[in-house]
């Protein structure tokens, strides 16, 4: 008897399973599954009253709707919210319905689609045409059979899904997920440190940098291999940007390992990966000759006025404590033996007698002063010598022109250049840029702190060019805070628009920032460029400038003045003689 009730129960869910499942709880059912906000009707004709796929009760889901026919179509990124499910009647023109669907979904093709085809649809062809499009979240339905939907398994190769409607649990099932070995073609770029190309031992082409172990990782997560096209990187020179969108749009490559801007051509942008600048980077200007720093000092002129005035007081004071009332401007005596050593701050000898107290405040102030402008004189000269200023500064592109120094800058980066600093300031100081074809040329003159140039530098590579200067005792470039190009610059991964791996990869890439691993990558890279060689410490250069002890030519002033000085009195003293023989016999 049980087995009687028990095969009666087979036979009814299997009839029960063959019957058409309506419209109306298929879209019930996505509708819990997706939970949409926007129904996209496409239809082959103007008014859905009459369309052949649905009934206007069976579309009661309380959601938004959108109906187009095949003659209309938008991009419907940013005009609507992304949760949208796509209804899409293939009763007849199916190509211009196709051709249609994919221009309302571009930059949205993870849009879920439910396909209503007719029995003469080929399925296989219907989802090699969606595959091609780069729409993997699909289902078809044919209308007059509605006992199966269908869908495809794209990865690791193409197959068509048929499944009973009664045993569907899930509809839309991720692809991206597992890609069960499929290779994610990249195309590297040598960009220090973001991804470096090296040979090895056996003179084969190698990759590291940080963004090299991003996207490793990142075809690890999703079960793939990451494939590189050694074969589309030329062997002395970097890709083109422009050929790279190429390949792309070809679908020969997925992931360019580059990191661009915001802009939209020739790439399509993911999440923004880092927040950087881009600035100039110039050649440290050269130190003041030491020579020239005993005319460098600041505030000795106030305080020597101040001890010419205190000595002509004292002199004077002098002259009316002795009786001789007149008021005296002879540098003889307002530069005596002992006024003159009270302006140096040195000892001599005081009157016996006891002194005025005008006088010896006279006296104290200008020892004061004197020691005063000792002490400050040699403090500054001190510290000007082992810390010397810059002869001049570079704080414009009239200064570059001035000292006849050039920004060396690619080809490449001159539109980004252009939209920073604006068209017309590039057009104005174009003669101050040397621009290069050659993206190696340029690369190499950087990375080895060539001064007969200034480079433009991002703030990510910045740190490592700082580290390679840590041995040298006098940095070769600077930062220049005055010419910046790009103070506040997001960056983003570049991929294929409409790629199938944008969401993923987003996901990812929030991922891999919020836990820490894109800066352990980053900080791993500095170790990694040294061990290939890739990042060498710099040592001084050979060339006058640098630090060292004093020799004649530093005192090269002091040398004239003591000279001139020495030549004044020897020629000054047969006068004097003369002078006061003359004096004598009158």
């Known amino acids: 008897m049980w087995k009687s009730i028990k095969s009666l129960l087979i036979i009814i869910i299997v009839l029960v399973e063959a019957q058409d499942v309506p419209l109306k709880s298929i879209l019930h059912f996505l509708k819990l599954e997706l939970s949409p906000r926007t129904l996209l009707l496409l239809q082959n004709k103007g008014d859905s009253h009459t369309d052949a796929c649905w009934l206007q009760n069976e579309l009661d889901l309380n959601v938004a709707y959108i109906t187009f026919n095949a003659n209309q179509s938008t991009q419907l990124k ?34 879920h689609v439910l396909f ?32 199966f939907i269908y869908s495809y398994r794209a990865f690791p190769h193409f197959k068509v899904v048929r499944r009973r409607l009664g045993q569907v649990r899930r509809y ?36 590291t940098g940080y963004l090299t172990h991003f996207y490793t990782n990142f075809a690890r997560s999703l079960n793939a291999t990451l494939r590189v096209r050694w074969d589309l990187v030329p062997e002395s020179e970097a890709p083109d940007h422009n050929v790279t969108s190429g390949l792309m749009r070809d679908g020969l490559v997925d992931f360019p390992m580059v990191l661009t801007t915001l802009a939209p051509e020739p790439f399509y942008p993911s999440y923004v990966a880092e927040i950087t600048s881009w600035f100039l980077m ?48 002879r540098c003889g005596n307002i530069f005596a033996d002992h006024v003159l050593r009270a302006i140096l701050a040195q000892s001599f000898d005081m009157p016996i007698r006891r002194l005025f107290f005008s006088r010896t405040l006279l006296y104290s102030l ?14 500054n000269l001190a510290t000007l010598l082992v810390d010397p200023p810059a002869a001049y500064k570079i704080l414009s592109y009239e200064d570059l022109r001035r000292i006849h120094l050039k920004i060396f800058i690619s080809q490449q980066e001159l539109p980004t250049l252009s939209d920073s600093i604006g068209k017309d300031v590039l057009e104005a100081n174009l003669d101050v ?18 001064t007969s140039f ?8 910045w740190p490592f060019l700082q580290l390679k200067q840590i041995k040298m005792h006098r940095p070769a470039f600077r930062k220049s805070n005055e010419i910046s190009f790009m103070p506040f610059m997001p960056v983003t991964m570049p991929m294929a628009r409409n790629s199938i791996y944008r969401d993923a990869f987003n996901r990812y890439l929030s991922h891999t920032l919020a836990s820490g691993l894109y800066d352990l990558w980053f900080k791993r ?37 003591y000279i001139a000085g020495t030549t004044v009195s020897l020629l000054v003293l047969p006068f004097e003689i003369l002078y006061y023989k003359w004096q004598k016999d009158n």
């Not at 890279?525 to 890739?534: F, N, T």
Request: with cysteine; proline share 4%.
């Open 78 to 111: 940013g005009k609507v919210n992304r949760k949208i499910l796509a209804l899409v009647c293939l009763e007849s023109r199916a190509e211009e319905v196709m051709k249609a669907l994919c221009e309302n979904l571009m930059d949205i093709r993870g849009t």
């Open 116 to 147: 209503i085809a007719t029995m003469d649809t080929n399925i296989t062809s219907l989802f090699e045409d969606c595959r091609s499009n780069q729409m993997l979240n699909v289902l078809a339905l044919k209308d007059s059979n509605r006992e």
């Open 172 to 207: 839309f099932k991720p692809h991206v997920g597992n890609l069960q070995g499929h290779p994610i073609a990249t195309i590297p770029y040598s960009l220090v440190p973001r991804s470096v190309i090296y040979r090895d031992k056996e003179g084969r082409r190698q990759m």
């Open 282 to 329: 110039l050649p440290v200007e050269p130190d003041m000759p030491l020579s020239s720093l005993y005319f460098n000092l600041k505030g000795w002129p106030y305080f020597l006025g101040l001890m010419v005035v205190l000595a002509l007081l004292l002199v004077n004071a002098q002259l009316l404590e002795s009786g001789q009332g007149f008021f005296t401007l």
């Open 366 to 379: 200008l020892m004061m002063a004197g020691l005063i402008v000792s002490t400050i004189y040699s403090a």
């Open 433 to 450: 840029f040397h621009v290069t074809t050659s993206i190696v040329e340029f690369l190499a003159k950087r990375n080895e702190l060539n």
């Open 454 to 461: 200034g480079y433009p530098v991002t703030n990510t590579l």
């Open 525 to 561: 890279s500095y170790h990694e460029l040294i061990a290939i060689g890739k990042l060498n410490y710099s040592v001084d250069q050979a060339e006058p400038g640098g630090y060292h002890d004093l020799d004649w030519d530093d005192l090269f002033y002091v040398w004239i003045a």
